[in-house]
């Protein structure tokens, strides 16, 4: 790498992850708060309703607990050992990003005010969603979760409940001392914020190193295509890693694709990018791991396919 | 002898149990630092939207916070392989970071970049400086906008654009586009960080070979209006043509159209002829729509050479 090139790399990298730390901080913190504040009784209630209910609640969830792909997975981590059930934990960890008012405003701003791009995106991002929470939703937290992400151990234990593998807070839950629970919220604020910035690091390199040796031409080569263009739009929202909060500007300055191409985008990378993907990997087992990678991908290259095929949108 | 061992024993080992803790303390206290410094230099605009710096500041003191509270009350922990791999993460991050922020800062001085002879230079309205939003030049009353405000106008089909119009950029010229009487004029425009930057771009003639003085890199104001990009620029001036091709001529409100679907094929050789992109932004030459220069300045490089505000109608951002 020469100097100038790794000079716009280390700019790029530097950028992707102080724009995400934020984000993950506030998710971090969040996580955090519902370890030390939020009994497992409140959140467990949950299970008792059926598994559409739980899926319809997690899809939605985002209206009301905004958050972007940069911080969700903490979260949903914890949603998860606090007893939520999955198929409301990982339909909102994976409908959230978009499904949520910052996110939909921003489509909204960047497409002219076109309701459509809107409600599409939303739908393609929704439909996915719930199809791996559906997958997913039988399982426990506990066989979702690998209890070794855990890596700064004792602190969890002991402000919120153990970290003792099976993927449940365990212990008692009574309301610390202020003093005491401020305290105990800011070591696991931090301890959370390193175990996800790990992911967003790794994540940011490999965007940046894509970014400064990817060949722009490739772009007008596979644009006019339909079956070029939605793979191709794809692949460039997981390899760029845009946050979902930005990424509709960049989709619509990409007008010379079609637009089931530009929702392919926008769909796909607030679900899967290379931030979210050492993160799938190392906060689920082998098997969920790929139920989220896989279903995602799989859903939203069909669907957009479709809607183009059919001439539902050009 | 070292602290450790003039400790008593189980001090020492209270010690030892607490260094994870307190390393990843650090760890936290260096990123929120440099977060914090960041927010507060005049090179943040570098990495991120100037609109973000108080959200990386909040995060920073928040993480510094977090930090102090590992560092100043650590519990009991065993150092592990995972923990010794986000530590060293982070501070290769942090060494990456730091290594970008000097690049940066060894850069020349933003705003005091000047191709042009001091004598031809006109100083550079700061962004926070009122400035004459409807400037007259011999006669016509021209608006002032971004020049990514105006491919966001067309791009959106609006009919609305101003039909005379002055706006900054900088000039792009390649032996292929001289030869066809023209330069690139572009902006770099980033909504959220440099990751999502886009290098928006027209194509631009000039009135009277008024662009033939300006070199490869220059920061120009141009006063002029938009044209359809039509077919013939594709070819090649003959030497008795001379200087740049010229428009057709002002136009009135809203008269300029897209170039019909015949030259289409005209007009993507036209557009492969304009250098590709560079990383980091991706590059958009503008394929409807051409600048008609009627009068250009040679400015300084604008204190934020990137554009970062986008409005949708007047006052514009420019």
Known sequence: MDQSAFAIFSAIVTSIVLEAAPFLLLGSLLSAVLAVYVGDGALARLARRGLGAQIGLGLVAGLVLPTCECGVVPVTRRLLRKGVPPGAAISFMLAAPVVNPVCLAATWVAF?????????????????????????????????????????????????????????????????????????????????????????????????????????????????????????MMLLAVLISICSEADAFVAASLSMFPRPALLAFLALGPMLDLKLLPAFLTVFKRRPALVVILVPALAVFALTMSLGLSGVLQ | MSVLTTLPHTERSGFAASLPDRADGLCLLGLGGFMA?????????YFLNPKFSHLTMAAGVILCVA???????????????????????????????????????????????????????????EP???????????????????????????????????????????????????????????????????????????FASGVDGTLSGVQSGEWVEIFGHLEPLTASLVEPMTTSQGGPQTGTGPVTKNQAKPAPKADKAALKELLQLAPKGEPPSLAFNNPGFRIQAESVERIKEPAFPYLFEFREKEPFAW
């Open chain 2, 67 to 125: 930090g102090l509270a590992l560092v100043l009350a650590p519990r009991a922990g065993r150092a592990s392989l995972g923990r010794l791999l986000r530590q060293a993460a982070l501070l290769i991050f942090l060494a990456l970071a730091a290594a970008s922020w000097w690049q940066a800062a060894q850069e020349p001085a933003h705003g005091a970049f000047d191709p042009a002879p001091e004598a031809d230079a006109v100083p550079t309205p």
């Open chain 2, 128 to 202: 926070e400086a009122p400035v004459d939003l409807h400037p007259m030049k011999n006669g016509t009353s021209y608006m002032r906008l971004n020049l990514a405000e105006l491919y966001i106008m067309l791009d959106k089909k609006r009919k609305d654009y101003p039909p005379h119009f002055a706006l900054r950029a900088q000039v792009l010229r390649t032996p292929e586009l001289n030869a066809r009487g023209l330069v690139l004029l572009r902006r770099t425009a980033v909504v959220c960080c440099l990751a999502d930057s886009l290098e928006l771009r027209f």
């Open chain 1, 112 to 232: 002219q005010g076109d309701w459509r791009m809107v409600a599409w995106r939303a739908a393609l991002v929704m439909v996915p969603a719930a199809a791996v929470a559906w997958i997913l939703g039988s399982a426990k937290g506990g066989e979702l979760l690998r209890p070794a992400l855990d890596m700064a151990g004792g602190d969890t234990a002991h402000a919120a409940g153990g970290a003792c593998g099976c993927g449940h807070d365990h212990g008692s839950h009574a309301r610390p001392a202020p003093l005491q629970g401020l305290l105990d919220v800011l070591r696991l604020t931090g301890r959370e914020f390193l175990d996800m910035a790990l992911f967003l690091i790794i994540g940011a390199l490999a965007a940046g190193l894509f970014k400064t040796y990817m060949p722009q031409e490739w772009l007008g080569l596979v644009s006019t295509k339909l079956w070029l263009a939605v793979p191709a």
């Open chain 2, 37 to 45: 410094a960041l927010a507060r230099s005049n090179l943040y605009w």
